[in-house]
């Protein structure tokens, strides 16, 4: 598969600092602040493979296709479709809340 098909819109996520786009063979592709971040991909697939052991109701589809890691200053998208696990990388926005 074409590396353009693969990541078709990802550059055009508003915002966005980065992408990976992963499959049980490893990373696909990858920009930005994620480009060639082996680390990052190996941590995200692990999150991933976990939280595909989680079943519902003996289900033996997977019952999550969106995963969000909020961490301080970004989060990372994570995204399951069809074989593929693709990955983008924003910042946090956090708003500070409101004192009334």
Do not use: W
């Amino acid at each position: 598969m074409a590396t353009a098909a693969l990541t078709q819109g990802l550059e055009r996520i508003p915002g966005q600092l980065g992408y990976l786009v992963m499959s049980e063979d490893g990373v696909l592709a990858s920009a930005g602040e994620l480009e060639n971040d082996e680390h990052t991909a190996g941590v995200i697939m692990q999150m991933v493979r976990t939280a595909c052991r989680f079943r519902l109701d003996g289900s033996a589809e997977p019952f999550f296709k969106r995963m969000s890691v909020i961490l301080a200053d970004f989060v990372y998208v994570v995204t399951v479709s069809g074989q593929k696990v693709f990955v983008v990388k924003r910042p946090n926005n956090q708003q500070e809340p409101v004192v009334v």
